[in-house]
């Protein structure tokens, strides 16, 4: 790249605010040109970029339960080996290599939240067990269902509401990429900001020089008030979780805090209260302790957490609801193309260009019926019945929540995945046990159901913001959507 082609990568100054009547937003790689984007080389590092984060992903997530999302690090990663390989025009590539590699977290998220639960039960349940391949086929079958039910709503979330969500995540990937096709000192600050997140967190980790999760509970007084008035303050010192902050904004940083706030500082303090003497075991009889002789985070973590996801699942349901022109537009959409009164693709623009509604429907129909044999023979033992029921549940759960998932990556850049995946494993047990299904069987039927749908939230809400990126940088979106179920089968 020449040094007068790097000079004009750069983000429009109208990239990230809402666009005036009348006014466009033109991306960094113009419309009306073809760029590199899918070649061997986009392929291959987007494929080993999986590999590697999918490993990494699944070690963080087993061991504290949080699986870290792989956009930037893969941009980054992108970026350097671009740069050493003197790519010519390497943003198109970049975008791939970070859309397919990107899939890691997405998947391994959709498979530990739900899966490794019945490893964990054969502990009280020896007859249970599942084995790699319906493991496998689950996530498999869960993420591509995510891909094809967000791509009817790519055009709403990244172009109709462009600068009405912040989509944080996305938004520090494209800086990532656009600061690393500039090169020289735009690609300094960049650097310099990893180097010392990197040795921030090093030096947490490995010389213990302070605790990465500070409480009020180091000082005698902040002990004395967390037993006596059950209230304590806690903050993740986290380079991450600063950063995160810092592209999240104000705005929403205050929101997710008040969230905390609310759980830690009023329902705590209140239970510990209302509840002073009594013994709050309906839902678990191993509870012997009363609410008052509890620690805070004891009630936080036996009660205060079930109230967060019923939160998480009535904010679900209102995003539903919210969501519900969304969803019926979407659908209007892909029957008008069905009948064939969609607009000629050729015709389209490079940047507005999806994957065919006739794909998509054809695609997600074949997807369900695969998913219903695979819950009819692998996981059902051949009741029919039971499978009808559960594919039903499957595809009525994902449909509805793609867009709470997408709405959620949209403004705070993380996705509920594990408060919906609950509500869904709920469901499905409430459902299964109605209809006969019942013991060892029905509990593998609803924790490979929850990990079909859990994949396909995840999926979702990670995809929207691959497609968010593109369409800041202006890489082709069916090209996205189509490399994408490769990313997800590796």
């Not at 740069?83 to 899939?103: D, F, M």
């Not at 805090?257 to 209140?270: N, R």
Request: include cysteine; aromatic fraction near 10%.
């Amino acid at each position: 790249m020449t040094e007068k082609e790097k000079e004009a990568v750069r983000l429009p100054e109208n990239a990230f605010r809402e666009l005036k009547d009348g006014e466009e937003y033109r991306p960094v790689m113009n419309p009306q040109r073809q760029y590199p984007e899918v070649n061997a080389w986009s392929v291959t590092w987007g494929i080993l970029m999986a590999i590697v984060f999918s490993a990494a992903a699944a070690y963080l997530g087993l061991r504290v339960g949080q699986v870290f999302e792989a956009a930037i690090p893969i941009a980054i990663i992108a970026v350097g080996v671009s740069t050493a390989a003197k790519r010519h025009n390497p943003l198109g590539e970049n975008v791939i290599i970070q859309s397919i590699g990107a899939c890691s977290g997405a998947v391994v998220a959709g498979a530990i939240f739900t899966l490794p639960a019945i490893y964990i039960l054969q502990a009280k349940y020896p007859e249970m067990s599942a084995s790699f391949i319906k493991v496998f086929i689950s996530s498999l079958l869960g993420g591509i269902i995510g891909i094809l039910f967000l791509i009817p709503f790519r055009k709403y979330f990244v172009s109709d509401m462009h600068g009405k969500y912040p989509f944080p995540e996305a938004t520090a990937t494209t800086q990532v990429l656009v600061s690393g096709a500039k090169g020289g000192n735009q690609a300094k600050p960049l650097l310099f900001a990893g180097l010392v997140g990197g040795l921030y967190d090093f030096i947490v980790a490995t010389f213990g020089l302070w605790n990465e999760n500070f409480t009020t509970r180091i000082v005698g007084f902040g002990e004395t008030i967390a037993e006596k008035a059950k209230l304590v303050f806690k903050v993740n010192t986290g380079a991450a979780v600063f950063g995160l902050g810092y592209i999240v904004g104000l705005k929403y940083s205050l929101i997710i805090c008040l969230g905390s706030f609310a759980v830690w500082w009023l329902i705590i303090p209140l239970m510990s209260v209302i509840f002073h003497d009594q013994v709050l075991n309906a839902w678990n009889p191993a509870i012997t302790e009363t609410v008052g002789s509890m620690s805070p985070e004891t009630i936080f973590r036996e009660y205060g957490k079930s109230i967060g996801i019923g939160g998480i699942a009535m904010a679900g349901l209102i995003g539903i609801i919210k969501s519900w022109d969304i969803i019926k537009g979407a659908v209007t959409l892909a029957a008008r193309e069905m009948k064939g009164k969609s607009a000629d693709d050729s015709k389209q623009l490079r940047t507005q260009r999806d994957l065919s509604f006739k794909i998509i429907a054809i695609g997600s129909a074949v997807t369900l019926l695969v998913t219903f044999i695979f819950f009819w023979l692998g996981i059902m033992d051949g009741n029919i019945k039971f499978a009808v029921v559960g594919i039903l549940l499957v595809a009525v759960i994902a449909f509805l929540f793609t867009t709470v998932a997408a709405n959620a990556i949209a403004i705070v850049g993380s996705n509920p995945v594990s408060g919906m995946t609950l509500m869904t494993l709920i469901l499905a047990s409430v459902v299964m046990v109605a209809v006969g299904l019942k013991g060892v069987s029905g509990m593998v039927a609803a924790l490979i159901m929850g990990g079909v749908v859990c994949t396909a939230l995840s999926m979702s809400g990670c995809f929207i913001t691959d497609l968010k990126i593109g369409y800041w940088l202006g890489t082709t979106p069916k090209k996205q959507e189509s490399w994408k179920f490769l990313g997800t089968l590796v």
